[in-house]
Each structure stands twice: as C-alpha cells, then as structure tokens.
C-alpha cells in the first residue's frame, strides 16, 4: 500500500512541478509551485521512510517463473529510482532556499535559513531538474516493464506487485 501511495505522490509533484514551470510560452505558476513544495514537505516523512524501509527490507525475492536478468535489472532499476528520490528531498528544499526563499507550505512559509547562494541555487535546480526527468523517464520504463510481465512474460510479477 505504502508503494502505491509513493507512486500517487511522485507522480502528482512530477506533474505539478513541470507544469509550475515557466516555458517559451507560458509564465512560471506559483500556484502549482505551491501545490508542488505543500505534497512535497507534506509527504516529506513518509518518502523517507518509504526509501529507508525499501533500504532496510531489502528488494523482494525472484518469482521462479521471473528470469535472473530481467529481475536484477529491475531490483537495481528500482533502487536507483529510489536514489533519485532521495536526491529530489534534498535539491527540492536546496532550490528554494539558496535563493533566499521561503518554502511555501499551503499557507505556511518556512523561512530560508541561509543567504541567497547563486551558484548553489543554479546546481541545485539543474539536479532537481535531472533527478525529476529520471524519474519521468523511470515510471515510463516502468509501466512497459509491467506491461512486458503481464503480457509477454506472464510470469507473476504484476500479481506479486498488486497482491503483496
């Protein structure tokens, strides 16, 4: 359960902070930043424990009817998603605060506790930026992966991720 609400998480962030984003054609929107830092920190506890349990637990043990290679690629693929994770808790406040910023929390602002940091700020954004298109990338490989299990492979998999 703990997985699929992570999943809803990331996938809400993902789409609100992309589209807060200013493009060619279109102003940044606060409000959808907004939204994006308010899961975001809200969430912020249970996505830390979500990675430091999968850490801990460990990854779930081959189906016998699941091929070595494709399980290895997906255990690592899984851990590196969750890296990416860790990576956006700490670039996503890093963002805000090294430009001196708040962290606007519904209507709450928690205060930066440092001085604007041009330099920090510009590698923090970049990283934000890289990690968030990872992980886009990632749930799109994703999904074919649960498409490859359930349709090609019919090896369990996908029953093993909706019944745990």
């Excluded at 709450?108 to 001085?115: D, G, N």
């Amino acid at each position: 359960m703990c997985c699929w609400l992570t999943a809803a998480i990331v996938l809400t962030m993902l789409m609100a902070g992309t589209l807060s984003q200013a493009g060619p054609r279109r102003p940044a929107d606060p409000g959808l930043l907004r939204l994006h830092t308010s899961i975001g920190i809200t969430a912020y506890a249970l996505l830390w424990g979500r990675v430091i349990w999968r850490f801990t637990v460990g990854h779930p043990g081959r189906l016998p009817n699941q091929g070595p290679i494709s399980f290895t690629v997906g255990k690592y693929f899984h851990f590196a998603l969750l890296v990416a994770i860790c990576v956006m808790l700490i670039s996503g406040p890093l963002v805000a605060w090294s430009a001196a910023n708040p962290i606007q929390v519904f209507a709450v602002a928690i205060p930066s506790p440092m001085t604007e940091a041009p330099g920090l700020h510009r590698i923090a954004r970049n990283v934000h930026g890289y990690a968030g298109s990872f992980i886009f990338l990632g749930m799109i490989l994703h999904v074919a992966a649960v498409f490859k299990h359930t349709v090609i492979n019919q090896d369990g998999t996908f029953e093993k991720i909706i019944i745990p």
